[in-house]
Nanobody, 124 residues
């Protein structure tokens, strides 16, 4: 089992920045690929970013490419999502997810463990 706890969400003005953290505990974190997803009110959950076990390979949704950066610290068992140039349309609950596999994925149903989510609200 892997337990995931997100933090770092909050209210920010458009153009601002936030850094989300996801602390993992349980089985070996360094072997898991990790991802961030988000769900806006009235919408389905969508892929945001993913990172493989080593941090050497990352993927981003087109909507956040160039603004968000995913990274991980396998010593601290933590994955991060640095969000810059935030827009009101980035408002959502952000979820951290882990795969049993070491290979990152865009697909929600390929993730095995999920955090409870953290709210990000971007005001215009």
């Amino acid at each position: 089992q892997v337990q995931l706890v997100e933090s770092g969400g909050g209210l920010v003005q458009a153009g601002g920045s936030l850094r989300l953290s996801c602390a993992a505990s349980g089985r070996t974190f360094s072997s898991n690929a990790m991802g961030w997803f988000r769900q806006a009110p009235g919408k389905e959950r969508e892929f945001v970013a993913a990172i493989n076990w080593s941090g050497g390979r990352t993927h981003y949704a087109d909507s956040v490419k160039g603004r968000f950066t995913i990274s991980r610290d396998n010593v601290k068992n933590t994955v991060y999502l640095q969000m810059n140039s935030l827009k009101p349309e980035d408002t959502a609950v952000y979820y951290c997810a882990a795969r049993k596999s070491s290979t990152s994925s865009y697909y929600e149903n390929e993730y095995d463990y999920w955090g409870q989510g953290t709210q990000v609200t971007v005001s215009s």
